[in-house]
């Protein structure tokens, strides 16, 4: 577990400087919303300093793959390679990195989009009142489930560019083209597997995909959970896909 | 220390050889410590397991014998310096012969030989 | 019981267009310094990362301290490739540290010698290091652990001429930990030569001759360099 942690705090410094970068954009978009408010209306502005949160699911999926990409253009693999540890460890210290650096970047954009809000009353517009807002037991569910899912989300789509990426390393020539044919075919692959297994699993007492004729918010949960499932089997079986490959297949 | 090595031959034989012919010239007088075998290592350039091993040699030959932890001695039995010293005369002697015979010299030639440049040397 | 550091057995690499290794059977035994000898292309650096577990041979068995290539073996091992493969935004420093948590047998005190000795200074960054600093650092790097086996990739690549007998006396004298076995493949023999125990000459993946220094020199009356020449060329 010490050497998981060492790699994991190595792509952390990996990926600083591009993290301040990020930072630093998020702040300059919300520095010119501010400006903005007088011309645009406040809730305009407010509302658009979530845009940067949108940008960042691509980037959590993609983040991943940069960092391993980066060590075969650096010509860092073969170091990487011939330290003590597994193909697992490899693989998720670089997740769980990207990982880290998407929540820093989120929490800060919402914390500067809480600040924007604070700052409501001085600009002319009023506070939502809570009794305007759903019970608090639907709120938590609701918010739980649109923190989660994206999460898993972004996990699922961050192992498959990686191991797209590797599969394409495991040929000389035409690595690029290997690994786009990849990208596609895993993620046809994986929106069959979903099917597939949200049917599986919506025979479960509790949880079913039959959509009423009304939708409601217990099946938008419902739903939601299944697919929950879904995507922690398949990135399950992703991860521990991509992680064999490093450890039995690749060469350095 | 000095060592040439010539990487032609075995490069042990030449660390032996070269402290034979020392002891034999008292430049290591008896019961004097000869230096570790890193230290000759670092001299000759060469891998301290040659070193290791042309130690070995020279202990067989009973010119050194080394103490545990203490290190390599050259010899306090003089006899076996002196025996040593006129085995490698001989060795030397013999070779020297077996050349100068492929001349075609005589042992009359090579004594009147040897007078000679005894002489011009002490000049 | 004690295996030997090293044990090839047929050990076959093939390309699509080549094989960089024709069944090579091979023993390092522990202890020794052996040279792997042949021209670029000959299949030293691809034996070299099988042995690393960086690569895995088409067929043939490899075995380092009797087990397959793999996280323990690695442990034991310090691979030293040719070209730098350290994080260039790494000081030697950070760098150093950063090794310490995969291999606890790295001594810091020792790395302090040898960076002195190479003349490098900690609070470098790797990528403004010149070619020849990046290959001292490897040395320094994988001196500074107590790896009972080490393997080389051309150290002297890099290194300038005046500084190879140094370094390389560093390598097999002062700074090697007892007992450790030392692989080292290179294509500049004549100055590396009286550090070997045993040298194995490979020419394109096969292996075509090996033995005792010692041995072959008594044996031929030719160095190791005249041997190379005449084998190889």
Sequence with gaps: MKMFWALYRKELKGLRNIFLTLLGLILGIDVLLATRINSWGYW?????????????????????LSLIRSEWKEGTAPFLRS????????????????????????LAALALSGLFYAAAPLCGANWVTLSDLPPLGEVIKFLT????NPILGIFLGAVIFQLAYLLGRLVNRFSGMVSFAATVFLFYLTSKGSEFLARLLSSFPGLSLEAPRLIDIEFVFSFSTVMLFVMLIEFAILFSVTGWLVEKKLEY | MRFDIDERQPIYRQIVDTFVRQIARG??????????????????????????????????????????GEGTFVTTAREAIKNCREKTAREIWVDFLGKIRELGFTNEEIQRLVAELKEENEQ | MTFPAVKLEK?????????????????????????????????????????????????GEVRVFGMAPGVETKKRVAYLPEVNTYYNWMTIDELLNFVKAFHPDLNLEKAALLKTFMNLKGGEKIGSLSKGQQARLKLVVGLSR????????????????????????????????????????????????????????LREGRKVLEGEAETLRAETGHSMEELFGEVLE
């Design chain 1, 44 to 64: 305009q502005a407010f509302g658009l300093t979530f845009l940067p949160l949108a940008f960042l699911i691509f980037w959590g999926i993609f983040r991943p």
């Design chain 1, 83 to 106: 330290l003590p540890v597994s193909g697992w460890s490899m693989i998720g210290a670089k997740l769980l990195a990207a990982f880290t650096e998407w929540v820093g970047l989120n």
């Design chain 1, 145 to 148: 489930l649109s923190i989660a």
């Design chain 2, 27 to 68: 430049h290591w007088p008896p019961g004097e410590k000869l230096p570790s075998i890193r230290e000759v290592a670092a001299a000759a350039r060469v891998n301290p397991n040659t070193v290791a091993r042309a130690f070995q040699e020279l202990e067989r030959t009973g010119l050194v014998e080394t103490r545990r």
């Design chain 3, 11 to 59: 050990v076959v690499k093939r390309y699509p267009l080549t094989k960089a290794l024709d069944g090579v059977s091979l023993t390092v035994d522990q202890g020794k310094v052996v040279g792997l000898l042949g021209h670029n292309g000959s299949g030293k650096t691809t034996l070299m990362k099988i042995i690393a577990g960086l690569k895995n041979p088409t067929s």
């Design chain 3, 146 to 201: 107590q790896a009972d086996l080490m393997l080389l990739d051309e150290p002297l690549a890099g290194i300038d001429p005046p500084s190879r007998a140094r370094v390389l006396h560093a390598l097999v004298g002062e700074f090697r930990q007892e007992g450790q076995t030392i692989l080292i493949s290179t294509h500049e023999v004549k100055e590396a030569e009286p550090i070997f125990d045993h040298v194995v000459f």
